[in-house]
């Protein structure tokens, strides 16, 4: 588990009110600890969180049930994807194994990120010594048998192609700095495990209507606009002001060059990336290879979330932004009020 840090969220990607709830409460600051404010606050505090919190169906769901739907849901999608692969001619074996490991973070309760960081740096070439990465690494995992793997291997390559398109949808050239922004996700596209999916997570889905209701064009503009507010968050000038006090920080403790907070991050996942990039691919072949030596950089890594944590702290830095981030929501709310409170109030009867 990376370093549970407070992060601006993200929110809201279609369909938010099925993801907003959950986002924002998930990315609380319960358990992470703070930035070094007196107000503390989480984003339990969100404007727009309060107001849709209480509209999808799994706003009341523990986590236990909440993996449990996961887990029939997951069964739904392969006994579909069993049936439609036969329609078409092959035999599929529905696949619900599961190949990982459970484990906790209640050992990450009350510890703050200054404290993480100077132990494990962001957690990333630090993984296995954290208490996560060595409980996990004491457990088992589940012996994973793809149960269509020995079938697939004996089809020719003209069977494999079929196969593949008939599961997956068949294969679509793809311009990736011109289809970037523009490309759309067509389930209908997508073979069998497309259409399982939007079946079991969208017709039948405790909140198909909820979903419908999203793709009304009535609400567009409003959704539009949730997007909008956050993905222009980080250019806001209260925001832009906070990060160059925090870049201001960093480059006084000798890290200079570090715009923003995910900078100091990405350059350790940069940096790891490119050490791995430079292994010969046969050397995984190799049983007893453990990959690249990362002890340098395990030690560059905790220096550098230190001295981010470390000027976080100083200029309060995750009250800050949530702050900022809580004042353009409600300024959102006081100016989109008439259609939010039409949408909420359709949705609460949509659910029923």
Avoid at 10 to 25: D, E, H, I, R, W
């Amino acid at each position: 588990m990376p370093l549970p840090v407070r992060r601006l969220s993200a929110l809201v990607a279609l369909p938010a009110a099925l993801v907003l709830a959950g986002a924002l409460t998930a990315c609380s600051s319960d358990g992470g600890g703070g930035g070094g404010g007196g107000d503390d606050l989480s984003y339990e505090d969100s404007p727009l969180n309060k107001v849709f919190s209480d509209i999808s169906s799994w706003s009341d769901m523990s986590e236990e049930e909440m993996q449990a739907l996961n887990e029939e849901q997951n069964r739904k999608v392969e006994e579909l994807v069993a049936a439609c692969m036969a329609e078409q001619g092959f035999d599929y074996e529905p696949n619900v194994q599961s190949a990982g490991v459970s484990y906790s973070s209640e050992q990450y309760e009350g510890m703050e990120p200054l404290e993480y960081a100077q132990q494990y740096g962001y957690g990333m070439t630090t993984w296995e010594d954290t208490p996560t990465g060595q409980e996990m690494s004491q457990q088992e995992p589940d012996e994973y048998v793809d149960p269509n793997a020995d079938v697939y291997e004996t089809m020719s390559e003209t069977e494999r192609a079929a196969w593949d398109a008939a599961l997956w949808g068949a294969p679509q050239e793809y311009d990736e700095e011109a289809d970037a922004e523009s490309y759309e996700y067509d389930w209908e596209s997508a073979g069998c495990y497309g259409s399982a999916q939007h079946q079991v997570y969208e017709v039948d889905s405790p909140d198909a209507a909820l979903i419908a209701l999203q793709q009304d064009p009535q609400y567009a503009e409003l959704f539009d606009g949730m997007n909008d507010l956050y993905t222009n968050l980080a250019s806001d000038p209260k925001m832009s002001d906070l990060n160059s006090k925090w870049s201001s920080c960093m480059a006084d403790a000798g890290y200079p060059g570090f715009s923003t907070v995910d900078d100091a991050m990405n350059s350790i996942n940069e940096a790891q990336n490119a050490l791995y990039e430079d292994v010969d691919e046969d050397a995984w072949a190799d049983p007893s290879y453990t990959g690249p030596d990362l002890t340098e950089l395990k030690t560059q890594e905790i220096a550098t979330a230190t001295a981010d944590f470390t000027c976080r702290a100083e200029i309060d830095y995750e009250d800050e932004s949530l702050r900022i981030q809580f004042e353009l929501e409600q300024e959102f709310l006081d100016q989109n009020r008439d259609a939010i409170d039409s949408y909420v109030a359709a949705a609460q009867a949509a659910r029923g």
